[in-house]
C-alpha cells in the first residue's frame, strides 16, 4: 500500500496575506466547511496572536470544522503559543505550528540571536505547544537559505522535544526542483529521530516552481504539502492545492503516496474562495481554469470525440466542473433555497437572515432565468458585504450614455443616516459613476485594480466587479455583483471604500515572520 499524503491548506492564514485579500470571520468560516468537504487534513486558520479578528477567526473554525485538523501559527514565543492554544481550545483536532527563522541572513539581520539561542527558543517554543496539543508542527523560516547541518542540529532538538511535524519552507520562492527534493532526501537520512516526525514542506512561488518543488520534495520523501485554493498567498502565491492533489492522483505510476481528498469538491472550492477574495481564476489555469478542458484545435475536438483519453489526462467531472450546474428558479421555494445553500455550506443563524437571502434570491430570479451555484454565493457574499460595513450604502444609480456625448452619472449615496446625491462625467458611464461616488466622499484613495468576470454563462448572468484601492499603504479589495455592470461596480467601489473608512486593525503575518 501507498503511503498517505497529508494535504495542509494555508488559504486562511498564507492565502489572506495576499494584498487585499483579508476575509471576514463568516467568510473564514464558509472556507473552512468547503475545505472540510472537500477532506483537507489539515486547515491552517490563521495566526492568533495577529490581531483579535484573527484569534476570532480562528476560534470560530475551530468550533466548526469537526473532520479536519484545525490549525493555529504561532512564533516561537510564550505569548503566541498561548494565544494559539486558546483560539484552538474547542476544536476537535488542533495542531499548533510554531516557526523560528534560520538561515544566516534571518537570525542575523532581523533575529539578531546566535544559532544557539535559536535552537533554544525553538526548544522552548515547541514543550509550551505540547501543554495545548500533542499535534505539533516546526517550521524553520526560510530553510530554502539556511545551511543544512544547522537544520539537522535544530530539527533533531525540536523532535527531541516533541515536533511531531518538521515543515521546509521556501519562504522566498529560491529552491529549484531537483536540488530541493535531495535536501529533504538528505534531511531524511542525516537527521537520527527523523522517523518520529512527517516531513512537509511549504512553498513560495516566486519563481513559479511552488507545485514542482513541492512534488519534487513528495519524491524525496515529505509526507505533508502545505498549499492553497487557486495557489493563493503572498507575492506570486504558494503551491495550488488542486495541481498538487491531480497530479499525485493522474501520475500513481510516479508517486508513491495517495490523497483523501474528494476531488469532485475543488472546482466549488476554487469559485468559493474566488468570490469571497475577489482574485479570480485566470482561464488557462490548470484543473479549476474556464479553459482547463476545452479543446478548439480541430485535431483535438476530433480525438477527444473518438477517445477521450487521446487529450485529456484526466475527467472535467472528477474535478467538480459538471456537477451541481443548474439548480433553482424563480419559481424554486425557499425550503429549496435553504437545501441548496447547506450543501454549499451556507447556513443561516436565525429566521431574520434566511428570510433576507430569500428575498435577494426571488429578486436575482426575477433579474435572470436560471441561478447557478456561483450566483448564490456571489449573492451571500455581496450580502454580507453590505451587512459588516454600512457606514456608507448605495441608494440610487442613474447613469446616461449617448452616442457622441459624453456619459454621465448621478449618484445617490447614504453615509450613515445623511443620502448625499453627486454628478460626474467620465470616459464611460462605469467611470463617471465611480468619479460621481468620489466626488461625495472624497476619499483620496488610488484605484489600482478595476476587474469584471462574469459569475456564469449568458447574457443575463451576473457581473462580479473586483475593486483594489489603495491609502496610505493600506490595500484593500471591495467586491460587487448584480446582472447591470454599472451597479455591480458601484457596489465594489463603495464596498472597498467602507473598508477603508473602517480599517480592521490588522497585523499580516509577515510583519513578524512567515514560513
Not at 492565502?15 to 472540510?36: C, N
Not at 495545548?132 to 522535544?161: K, M
Not at 488542486?242 to 475543488?266: G, L, W, Y
Not at 458585504?385 to 442613474?398: H, N, Q
Request: glycine share 8%; proline share 3%.
Amino acid at each position: 500500500m501507498s503511503d498517505k499524503l497529508i494535504i495542509f491548506d494555508t488559504t486562511l492564514r498564507d492565502g489572506e496575506q495576499s494584498p487585499g485579500a483579508s476575509m471576514t470571520r463568516d467568510e473564514k468560516v464558509r472556507i473552512a466547511r468547503a475545505l472540510e468537504r472537500l477532506r483537507v487534513d489539515v486547515i491552517e486558520a490563521g495566526f492568533p496572536a495577529a490581531s483579535p479578528g484573527d484569534f476570532e477567526g480562528v476560534q470560530a473554525v475551530a468550533r466548526t470544522v469537526r473532520d479536519s485538523v484545525v490549525c493555529g501559527l504561532a512564533r516561537a514565543l510564550d505569548k503566541d503559543i498561548d494565544r494559539a492554544g486558546e483560539a484552538l481550545r474547542e476544536a476537535a483536532q488542533s495542531r499548533i505550528h510554531t516557526f523560528i527563522a534560520t538561515s544566516p541572513i534571518h537570525m542575523q539581520l532581523k533575529l539578531r540571536m546566535t544559532p544557539e539561542q535559536v535552537i533554544d527558543n525553538a526548544v522552548r517554543a515547541v514543550k509550551r505547544a505540547r501543554q495545548y496539543t500533542d499535534n505539533i508542527e516546526f517550521s524553520p523560516e526560510d530553510a530554502g537559505r539556511s545551511e543544512e547541518d544547522f537544520l539537522c542540529r535544530i530539527l533533531e532538538a525540536v523532535i527531541d522535544a516533541g515536533a511531531t511535524t518538521l515543515n521546509i519552507p521556501d519562504t522566498v520562492g529560491y529552491s529549484l526542483p531537483e536540488p530541493f527534493g535531495q535536501t529533504i532526501r538528505r534531511l531524511r537520512e542525516r537527521i537520527p529521530n527523523a522517523d518520529k516526525a512527517v516531513f512537509s514542506v511549504h512553498c513560495h512561488n516566486d519563481l513559479g516552481l511552488a507545485v514542482a518543488n513541492s512534488l519534487s520534495a513528495v519524491l524525496g520523501g515529505a509526507r505533508q504539502v502545505e498549499c492553497t485554493i487557486n495557489g493563493l498567498g503572498e507575492r506570486a502565491g504558494n503551491a495550488a492545492l488542486e495541481e498538487i492533489v491531480m497530479a499525485v492522483t493522474t501520475r500513481k505510476d510516479v508517486f508513491p503516496c495517495h490523497v483523501s481528498i474528494d476531488t469532485r469538491e475543488i472546482v466549488a472550492c476554487s469559485k468559493l474562495v474566488s468570490n469571497i477574495t475577489g482574485f479570480p481564476v485566470q482561464p488557462n489555469k490548470a484543473i479549476v481554469g474556464a479553459n482547463a478542458f476545452a479543446h478548439e484545435s480541430g485535431i483535438h475536438q476530433d480525438g477527444v470525440l473518438k477517445h477521450r483519453e487521446t487529450y485529456e489526462i484526466m475527467r472535467a467531472e472528477d474535478v467538480g466542473w459538471t456537477a451541481n450546474r443548474m439548480v433553482l428558479g424563480k419559481h424554486s421555494g425557499r425550503n429549496a433555497f435553504k437545501t441548496r445553500m447547506q450543501e454549499l455550506g451556507i447556513e443561516f443563524v436565525s429566521e431574520a437572515e434566511l428570510n433576507d437571502a430569500f428575498a435577494r434570491f426571488k429578486e436575482l430570479a426575477d433579474k435572470k432565468h436560471d441561478i447557478f451555484d456561483e450566483d448564490l454565493q456571489a449573492l451571500i457574499t455581496d450580502a454580507a458585504g453590505e451587512a459588516e460595513e454600512e457606514g456608507v450604502r448605495l441608494v440610487s444609480l442613474k447613469v446616461c450614455a449617448e452616442t457622441g456625448e459624453v456619459p454621465t452619472a448621478r449618484v445617490t449615496v447614504r453615509v450613515d443616516q445623511e443620502e448625499l446625491t453627486g454628478t460626474a462625467s467620465g470616459g464611460g458611464v462605469v467611470d463617471a459613476s465611480l468619479k460621481a461616488i468620489e466626488s461625495l466622499l472624497d476619499t483620496g484613495a488610488q484605484l489600482l485594480l478595476y476587474s469584471v468576470n462574469n459569475i456564469t454563462t449568458g447574457t443575463d448572468a451576473q457581473g462580479e466587479v473586483t475593486v483594489r484601492l489603495e491609502k496610505g499603504g493600506r490595500i484593500v479589495n471591495g467586491q460587487g455583483a448584480d446582472t447591470d455592470i454599472v451597479i455591480a461596480s458601484a457596489k465594489a467601489y463603495i464596498n472597498a471604500v467602507n473598508k477603508l473608512l473602517t480599517p480592521r486593525q490588522r497585523m499580516h503575518p509577515q510583519v513578524a515572520g512567515d514560513v
